[in-house]
């Protein structure tokens, strides 16, 4: 998921213009409530030979900028947020010593999940603390003690904790984030920074260990053949799972629905249930997945009130989701050159040791269990593959609008709906909370607009959860004459709102908390924001 680029040093103009935007991924804990358990720590006047050099946490044209520093949703937002694939990597903008790193503490329920706190020395020798958020577990990249330098690599993006989107929370504390100090606007802070020109590729922590692989899986394969159809064979896989397995095999086109039975036939053999077997490690259900993953990423997609780890259709479907944000990263990876191999492959081993192991390992990770993972899921996929079907036409000569016209009726959720179809909405403290829309699975507007589209690409286009993003995405066409809109255009008809282009002046949209998914007349202005993708 490539994304638009604000850079940092340019963003306090559009500071004003973020509170009028519908979704930004972000949240951050509150202060007293997410003091992690720390290990040994030094000073940071202890660092030795400091540079003073200052560059930017992240480098132009791998973030949107999405929500600036102060008051937001009746509450401090102390940092700024850069949204951003999962996976993508970010830096220490000065030299530094690690004071806090991974879990940020039990009672931390709507903050980071994940944090890093780099502390460093000023010129009056004071501390200064920056602190990074919402990382998945192995996007810390760096443990307690450890020295960084300005550039160094310390983690990957995540989307853990309270947080609405794939994205880096960054925070800046005078007087350090655990010794009292106060946060201030990242924004001035980082106007003298250098831009990352040539940033640091791979980790340098000792928690993250560097595994030769044993044999190369397809090193310098730009595809993979997939004997059989994309289609199941009759009989390949219990009844019970067979649906869900179809329905998942639409998240991306990365996947197919042989491939995730193999998969999920590698993972647990299809068992599921409270019963089911639980790895040594603690990996749960047909999908195993650590119980830090699962809160980050599960989802309740039969609609039965739970995201059940143990549940078929809830874990089918967060394997398929997770292997197409594994896909996009990989993928990004190796058109920069930080990994080698074929994608399947890295999309496996990213899904089985992780994004961080595999970026660290340069490919496919070298250990015995993921080379023997990966090897076993697509020797088995022509076990389960049948004959393909072709694809039936567009009904409405859209695919963007046919997506989205399958969900007429479907609740709005605010904070709802992702590249896989409704979620739960989340709560807003305000209009949201009051029609239980925290309560509901469904779609809002800029969510209802990242699914059918996301639908319409086969997933190659995954759009930020919130209308401006969505209508300056570099990967789309503007369009700014109401006579050149096309069926299936991203129209923002306001700041705060958007919906898609039908023709015949109507769109389809999710209109806002109390209402459902519907087809609205709309007599287009001359002059029109919006952004059409192919």
């Known amino acids: 998921m490539a994304s638009s680029t604000t850079k940092i040093t340019l963003a306090a103009s559009v500071v004003a213009l973020m509170g009028a935007l519908v979704m930004c991924g972000s949240d951050n804990p509150d202060p007293d409530n997410c003091l992690p358990t720390q290990g040994p720590s030094r000073s940071p006047n202890s660092l030795r030979a400091a540079t003073g050099k200052k560059v930017q946490p992240m480098v132009t044209g791998t973030y949107t900028f999405t929500s600036g520093f102060g008051p937001r949703w009746g509450t401090s937002h102390n940092g700024i947020d850069l ?100 946060p201030i606007d ?215 609008v046919d997506a989205a016209l399958g969900w007429l009726g479907t609740d709005y959720a605010w904070g709802g709906g992702d590249a896989t179809g409704p979620t739960r909405g989340i709560a807003d403290g305000g209009v949201a909370d009051e029609h239980g829309d925290h309560n509901k699975v469904g779609f809002d507007c800029s969510g209802l607009v990242v699914y059918a589209v996301a639908q319409a690409t086969d997933g190659r286009i995954v759009l930020p959860h919130q209308d401006s993003a969505q209508v300056n995405d570099p990967r789309g066409t503007p369009v700014t004459e109401a006579a050149d809109l096309q069926p299936g255009d991203i129209v923002q008809p306001y700041p705060g709102h958007v919906w898609i282009w039908m023709g015949d002046n109507k769109v389809v949209e999710a209109p806002q908390s109390g209402e459902k998914v519907r087809i609205t007349e709309w007599t287009p202005p001359k002059h029109v924001r919006a952004i059409r993708f192919n």
Not at 302 to 315: L, Q, R, Y
Request: proline residues 8%; hydrophobic residues 35%; charged residues 15%.
């Open 83 to 182: 949204a951003a694939p999962i996976g993508t990597p970010f830096y220490a903008p000065i030299d530094g010593i690690v004071v806090a790193a991974g879990d940020s503490g039990a009672s931390d329920e709507n903050g980071f999940d994940n944090w890093i706190i780099v502390d460093s020395a000023t010129a009056d020798g004071s501390t200064i603390s920056t602190v990074y958020g919402h990382m998945f577990p192995d996007g810390v990249l760096v443990s307690v003690g450890d020295e960084v330098r300005a550039g160094d690599l310390i983690g990957l993006v995540g989307n853990a904790g309270g947080s609405t989107g794939p994205h880096l929370h960054f925070e800046v504390w005078p007087g350090g984030r655990l010794d009292g100090g106060s």
């Open 186 to 400: 990242p924004m001035p802070w980082l106007a003298d920074a250098s831009e990352l020109d040539a940033p640091q590729q791979r980790p340098t922590s000792p928690n993250v260990q560097l595994v030769a692989a044993e044999t190369p899986l397809g090193a310098g394969c730009t595809g993979l053949t997939r004997p059989g159809g994309r289609s199941l064979a009759p009989g390949s896989v219990p009844e019970e799972f067979r649906e869900w397995i179809v329905k998942a095999a639409q998240t991306c086109e990365a996947i197919d629905a042989p491939l995730l039975a193999s998969q999920l036939y590698a993972e647990n053999q299809f068992r599921y249930g409270p019963s089911s077997p639980v790895s040594p490690a603690g990996a749960r259900g047909p999908g195993q997945f650590m119980p830090a993953t699962w809160a980050s990423i599960g989802q309740d997609y039969d609609g039965d009130g739970v995201a059940d780890v143990n549940s078929i259709g809830d874990s089918v479907m967060a394997m398929a989701a997770y292997d197409c944000q594994m896909w996009e990263q990989t993928q990004q990876w190796l058109r920069e050159g930080k990994v080698s191999g074929e994608g399947t492959e890295l999309m496996l081993s990213a899904y089985n040791c992780g994004p961080g192991n595999t970026l660290a390992s340069g490919g496919v990770c070298g250990n015995a269990e993921t080379t023997s993972y990966v090897r076993n899921i697509l020797a088995g996929r022509a076990d389960f593959a049948g004959v393909d079907q072709p694809r039936p036409p567009s009904v409405s000569g859209s695919r963007v």
